[in-house]
């Protein structure tokens, strides 16, 4: 009888252990895949959807799904909370993202992707000065480098492509250094609270601003919901489903369960799986200067993200 009940004890947490390594292995291949392949979502949202209007349907969308889930386990913001998630919304998502998807009217997916990559550059540099404490090694110094000649690779070859894609190469990095200024504004902040809730408050907070600086910059006029092509349409969806709920629920489930530092790795893929989908599907070319540029800036956030590890190592 006793060895019974310990074999059915073994079976489930065998079980149990077996279904948590699936789950993980699918919530990864979620943050890797999912949001590697957002870019080329947000190129196709934008074909035939005002861009503010894009990214504030997809956010207000992604918001209220998020913040039902929260209300539903009886979870309830602060006034403190609500204030904080307007700032974080307004460099999120109004200056991030509303870039981003402006910007994806003309500028390819894949190369929208690896100027967004640098962002841990840019996190590193904003901290380090918000701190005025300037720590280096040899890593973070080639990795800053490496990230800037990059960088200005891709930017110079939008030079002879015409004012408006170098415009928006610009406007992706100043969306970058925006997203980057609100994440050290979360992290000095020291707001605590679920993360399901917080980032719901400040999905909708941007998307109220989305929708408003769109309003105000005239995308209202002459769109109707009759112009939206089927593929718009979808790729709206899918920025929804999966890209704001999906991905972000098996985002915070890894960093519950692993180390922030392993969960980040996902930055390292998905501009790649950025630049395969574009020239895969929407037949962006991959140029010898853009693959080398490509390399540049994965390498160097890979550099920055050790570099600065080994920092906190030795505090």
């Known amino acids: 009888m006793a060895s019974s009940s310990t074999s059915e004890a073994l079976s489930t947490v065998a079980s149990k252990a077996a279904e948590k390594r699936l789950l993980t292995v699918l919530c990864f291949l979620a943050i890797n895949l999912i949001w590697g392949s957002t870019y080329l979502a947000i190129r196709y949202a934008v074909e035939t959807i005002p861009p503010l209007y894009a990214a504030g349907f997809r956010h207000l969308c992604g918001g209220s799904i998020l913040l039902a889930w929260a209300l539903a386990k009886g979870i309830r913001p602060t006034w ?177 369960h692993f180390s922030p530092t392993l969960v980040s790795t996902h930055t390292y893929v998905n501009p790649v799986v950025a630049v395969i989908l574009g020239w895969a599907f929407a037949g962006e070319a991959i140029t010898l200067r853009v693959g080398l540029a490509a390399a540049m800036v994965v390498a160097a956030v890979v550099l920055v993200d050790r570099g600065t590890n080994r920092l906190h190592h030795l505090r």
């Not at 460099?91 to 509303?98: K, N, Q, V």
């Not at 997203?179 to 909708?204: Q, V």
């Open 80 to 256: 403190k909370q609500i204030r904080a998630s307007v700032v974080i919304g307004f460099f999120f998502f109004l200056m991030g993202h509303g870039s981003l998807h402006w910007a994806e009217q003309v500028v390819p997916s894949g190369f929208s992707a690896l100027l967004i990559a640098v962002e841990p550059i840019f996190v590193f540099l904003l901290s380090s000065a918000a701190a005025r404490v300037w720590k280096l090694n040899v890593m973070l110094l080639a990795g800053i480098l490496l990230g800037l000649v990059g960088v200005g690779l891709l930017v110079g070859d939008t030079a002879h492509a015409g004012h408006r894609l170098m415009t928006g190469a610009i406007m992706i990095l100043v969306g970058a250094f925006s997203w980057s200024t609100g994440i050290i504004y979360s992290r000095r902040s020291h707001l605590s609270g679920n993360p399901l809730l917080l980032s719901a408050l400040s999905l909708l907070a941007g998307a109220v601003m989305l929708l408003l600086a769109g309003t105000v910059l005239g995308e209202a006029r002459g769109f109707s919901l009759s112009q939206v092509s089927h593929r718009s349409f979808m790729a709206l969806a899918y920025l929804i489903v999966f890209g704001s709920v999906i991905a972000f629920s098996a985002y915070n489930w890894l960093l519950e």
